[in-house]
């Protein structure tokens, strides 16, 4: 079976300072990666995904994150980070025989102005 | 708007009572999800559906049950057998064929067992 972990629960940075959030799988054969993001009171939607081709992958809002195969990673980073992007984050996969997700515990980030 | 509708946005229930959460979607969507979302615990598969009339149990079924009649609704009960059922409900649909790995997620439905 698939899992995913994240490591921050909570992430507290001042606006402009630069994010990466970690997320380590575990699953042996070939997978799909996605972030989602949750903001206060919305909906959660995809932020990016991974299938193939470049390991570094952009996403809205300035998100970009890196595949590391050997390392079994999938962080997200962001440059310059802004109260806006207080949300809370979670890392996702997928096996490539089917359309399930499995989701970490997530990690919640507060941008101080 | 095309989207997801879940209700009720809240629900109290008594221990010993069955409940039966809403999903229905406009999106022509053939799969629909129920994950449940606990603090730290992030996002666990309850049930799925990839087509009418079909479902399948995901990581944590137990002490729920699920049925698909119509493409666009997909309800969820929690019985009186699922033990700690005070949760945030979320209900999702995605494409089948040619699936982008994006889930589409309704609002939400927190229930409270008092």
């Known amino acids: 079976a698939q899992s995913v972990s994240q490591h921050n629960h909570h992430v507290i940075l001042s606006e402009a300072a630069s994010l990466e959030l970690g997320c380590n799988y575990s699953y042996g054969g070939t997978v799909n990666l996605f972030w989602y993001v949750q903001y206060p009171g919305q909906h959660l939607q995809l932020l990016l995904k991974y299938f193939s081709g470049d390991p570094l992958v952009k996403g809205i809002k300035g998100f970009e994150a890196e595949f590391i195969k050997s390392k079994f990673s999938f962080n997200l980073r962001k440059p310059s980070v802004q109260w806006s992007d207080t949300a809370e984050y979670f890392c996702?996969?997928?096996?490539?025989?089917?359309?399930?997700?499995?989701f970490g515990g997530g990690t919640r980030l507060m941008v101080k102005p | 708007d095309g989207g997801i509708t879940q209700s009720p946005k809240y629900l109290f229930r008594k221990e010993g009572q069955n409940v039966t959460l809403s999903c229905e979607q406009n999106?022509?969507?053939?799969?629909m999800y129920w994950y449940r979302q606990d603090p730290g615990q992030g996002l666990r598969l309850i049930y799925y559906s990839q087509i009418v009339n079909d479902f399948q149990k995901g990581d944590i079924a137990e002490g729920y049950s699920v049925s698909r009649e119509k493409k666009e609704s997909f309800p969820l009960t929690v019985t009186s057998a699922q033990k700690n059922p005070t949760a945030f409900y979320l209900c999702?649909?995605?494409?089948?064929?040619?699936?982008?790995?994006?889930?589409?997620f309704g609002e939400g439905s927190r229930l409270t067992v008092l």
């Open positions: 999106l022509n969507h053939d799969a």
């Open positions: 999702a649909s995605s494409m089948q064929q040619g699936w982008s790995g994006e889930l589409f």
């Open positions: 996702a996969v997928a096996n490539n025989a089917g359309n399930m997700l499995t």
